[in-house]
């Protein structure tokens, strides 16, 4: 029996399963359930989402464009770190949940609702991101999560529960279960079915941003991002709002195959998985911020970043954005990025994304230093001799004792 509650918001997508979450809390709280569905480019059609949930006796119907804040306020932060998770992963849904976990709270204050709800299954990393997020915003509130309470154990009850509520259920998903595939304004991913062996090559009609790279254009194509304090501002010269100038580097590096990766991770929960991502926007933003931060970075603060990018983009895919070490570790990120402004021209080419070009008023680049030929700024070759000296005197100790000791013969 479930405790009273009255009230619930639902983060609902308007698809079949969160369509049998939201009947499902109406007929198991007996309560006003409220939909939230954020808008955060997943590239679909949003007022389908609202014509269901009116459908099913919702009236509190709450569709949010989130999409520039998504870039600005997530996407953005977690690039000045250049982030991947386990070297690869540009953690696209990781990112999204903590924001959707902030405005489920916000209307459910609004609202004066005494629980929220998500369509997370138990054994995906989801259900950890959306519910640490809600301990860290609104510790109070109640958090349901239907697919580890309800009865339901097959997708033949699940279909059944849909037709006897009038629930639609559309033709593709009467059988073999669906891809399960998460869009957002950062990327696209897809998991399931033949993917779920990973000795099997995923087919080409899964991939849905990005062309093949063997079919991209023969002939390369550059484009130039600009920067300021470590985020993208502008392509081409043209100044861009952060989610305009995602969208149009989408479109660009899906037209070149560039962003895909074919994943086994491994889940915070314990098991491996595989998924298959497309994040072309994105990659060409890794190799553009990357590409500034190695003129205007001073080297040890670059090798620093490096150092916690790891641990940073491990915080987020747990589920650990709001919690006070994501924040400590941003504000040693953020502070590093004062100078991280210019220019980088990014070729774009057959699925790859490399930098060929950098300028930048901040840049530490000194070609006079450099140069092979005749420089203008003082540099005593002869300091390197002593510099040599020093850093080997500890391997000189280290060789001496090991060729008197017997454990070395």
């Not at 939909?35 to 459908?55: N, W």
Request: hydrophobic share 40%; glycine share 8%.
């Amino acid at each position: 029996m479930a405790r009273k509650t009255g009230k619930i918001v639902l983060a609902y997508s308007g698809g079949l399963d969160t369509s049998i979450i939201l009947k499902w809390l109406q007929e198991t709280y007996g309560c006003e359930v409220v939909t939230f569905t954020a808008d955060l480019g997943q590239g679909e059609e949003l007022e389908p989402a609202r014509a269901k949930a009116a459908m099913l006796g919702v009236r509190d119907i709450r569709i949010v464009d989130l999409r520039e804040e998504f870039v600005r306020d997530f996407v953005f932060p977690m690039l000045r770190a250049n982030a991947l998770y386990e070297g690869q992963y540009l953690l696209g849904s990781s990112i999204a949940r903590p924001l959707i976990s902030k405005h489920l709270v916000a209307i459910a204050r609004e609202v004066g609702a005494d629980a929220v709800a998500h369509g997370s299954t138990g054994k995906g990393n989801d259900q950890v991101r959306f519910e640490l997020a809600v301990n860290a915003l609104a510790p109070s509130l109640e958090v349901i999560a239907p697919w580890r309470q309800w009865n339901i154990r097959s997708r033949t009850e699940l279909l059944a529960y849909a037709e006897k509520h009038g629930i639609p259920v559309p033709s593709d998903k009467r059988g073999e279960a669906p891809f399960s595939i998460d869009a957002n304004l950062l990327h696209t991913s897809t998991e399931g079915k033949i993917l779920e062996d990973p000795a099997e090559i995923a087919p080409d009609y899964i991939y849905q941003r990005t062309v093949d790279p063997v079919d991209a254009p023969d002939v390369p194509e550059t484009v130039t991002i600009g920067f300021k304090h470590g985020d993208p501002v502008s392509v081409n010269g043209a100044l861009m709002t952060p989610a305009a100038l995602l969208t149009e580097l989408n479109r660009l590096g899906g037209r070149h195959g560039v962003g895909r990766l074919d994943l086994v991770e491994n889940r915070f929960i314990g098991m491996k998985s595989r998924g298959v991502y497309e994040t072309p926007g994105g990659t060409i933003l890794l190799a553009a911020h990357r590409g500034m931060e190695s003129i205007t970075l001073d080297r040890a603060a670059a090798h620093l970043k490096d150092e916690i990018m790891p641990r940073y983009a491990e915080l987020i895919y747990n589920g650990f954005w709001f919690a006070p070490e994501r924040e400590m570790l941003q504000a040693l990120i953020d502070h590093s990025q004062a100078f991280v402004s210019g220019e980088v021209t990014v070729r774009l080419y057959k699925g790859s994304a490399a930098v060929i070009a950098r300028t930048s008023p901040s840049s530490l680049y000194s070609a006079d230093l450099v140069t092979f030929e005749e420089s203008a700024v003082a540099y005593d070759h002869h300091d390197a001799q002593g510099f040599i000296r020093l850093n080997g005197l500890r391997l000189r100790s280290w060789a001496a004792r090991n060729a008197l000791s017997p454990a070395s013969s």
